[in-house]
């Protein structure tokens, strides 16, 4: 971090975390409340369609920005960080240090990284140092214990609670503010 604002003396230095989960028509089950010795009704219906939710966030603000593609490959990702970098950046002015993992998407050599981001990669197998990981928690409970039929209703439910979760930032800070990389910025 040093040496960015060293090398970049009028720019501002943020940093974020990037991370894709796949949610898809398969339930995603939860406990639930049901009455004395009943037992709580659930759809037991699987079907295998997916989407994949692109989720950057910035620890020390909690701000937030998701993309929803139909899979994970090097194109998307690169589709995904040119439109996180103009949702951060608008004016070019920044650099933007983003942490990932070391996923064979992101470390592609034919990935197209913008010029103002900066990709940090964690050390291998560590998902638990991921900053943006806790973050999933909060995207799924708005699907949990519930079934769709289509592909396009899930997108339009897990949209609109991304939605809500960028104008909460309080609330995605409280799950993401891992001390190392809020302290990243200072």
């Given at each position: 971090m040093r040496r960015l604002?060293?090398?970049?003396?009028?720019?501002?230095?943020e940093v974020w975390a990037e991370d894709e989960a796949r949610l898809g028509l398969k339930p995603i089950t939860r406990r639930a409340w049901s009455v004395k010795g009943r037992r709580p009704r659930t759809c037991?219906?699987?079907?295998?369609?997916?989407?994949?939710?692109?989720?950057?966030?910035?620890?020390?603000?909690?701000?937030?920005?998701?993309?929803?593609?139909?899979?994970?490959?090097?194109?998307?990702?690169?589709d995904a960080l040119?439109?996180?970098?103009?949702?951060?950046?608008?004016?070019?002015?920044?650099?933007?240090v983003l942490v990932v993992d070391n996923t064979g998407w992101h470390r592609a050599r034919r990935l197209v990284v913008p010029p103002n981001v900066r990709l940090h990669f964690l050390p291998p197998c560590t998902p638990v140092l991921q900053p943006v990981e806790p973050f999933w928690a909060l995207v799924r409970e708005s699907v949990a214990n519930d079934t769709f039929d289509r592909l396009g209703n899930l997108r339009r439910?897990?949209?609109r609670?991304?939605?809500?979760l960028a104008r909460?930032?309080?609330?995605?800070?409280?799950?993401?503010?891992?001390?190392?990389?809020?302290?990243?910025?200072?």
């Open positions: 604002r060293a090398g970049n003396p009028g720019a501002a230095v037991g219906r699987t079907r295998y369609e997916w989407l994949y939710v692109y989720g950057f966030a910035r620890p020390a603000t909690g701000a937030t920005f998701t993309v929803l593609l139909p899979r994970v490959r090097v194109e998307p990702m690169a040119a439109a996180f970098a103009a949702h951060a950046d608008p004016d070019g002015t920044k650099i933007l439910r897990i949209t609670r991304c939605r809500w909460s930032p309080d609330i995605v800070k409280g799950a993401i503010g891992f001390r190392w990389a809020v302290n990243l910025e200072k």
